[in-house]
């Protein structure tokens, strides 16, 4: 991974992008529309949630169902190869959670220095 050409750069360049992780997150709960992550995922952007659904889907993490319905639906869920990022990501959650005290508290101390 560290060698410019190791093709998992590029995997993990994807996973670590935030929207990515988040977007993730929100399916892990099951299926949903554009409209529901969009409003789970505040502050996130049409076009980057639109970006991100399609790198994903390119990436073989979620599909992309449309439904032939008046008027159209489409729902985006996770593959079982999306499903395998549930668990690490929910770590890193956690971590996030558990240590932002710290993180803001360290932040506040180099900015004083």
């Not at 399916?27 to 949903?32: E, K, Q, T, V, Y």
């Not at 076009?47 to 659904?53: A, H, I, M, P």
């Not at 979620?62 to 008027?71: C, D, M, N, Q």
Request: aromatic share 6%; proline share 6%.
């Amino acid at each position: 991974m560290l060698s410019r050409t190791c093709p998992s750069r590029t995997s993990l360049a994807r996973i670590a992008n935030k929207w990515t992780a988040m977007v993730i997150t929100v399916l892990a709960d099951g299926p949903r529309r554009f409209g529901d992550l969009r409003t789970a995922l505040d502050g996130i952007s049409g076009k980057v949630l639109t970006e991100t659904l399609r790198d994903l889907e390119r990436d073989g993490m979620l599909v992309r169902t449309a439904y032939a319905e008046i008027p159209p639906r489409v729902e985006y869920e996770l593959t079982p190869l999306g499903r395998t990022l549930i668990e690490p990501l929910a770590v890193l959650v956690r971590w996030a959670e558990q240590h932002i005290p710290d993180v803001l508290a360290a932040r506040d101390a180099y900015d004083d220095r």
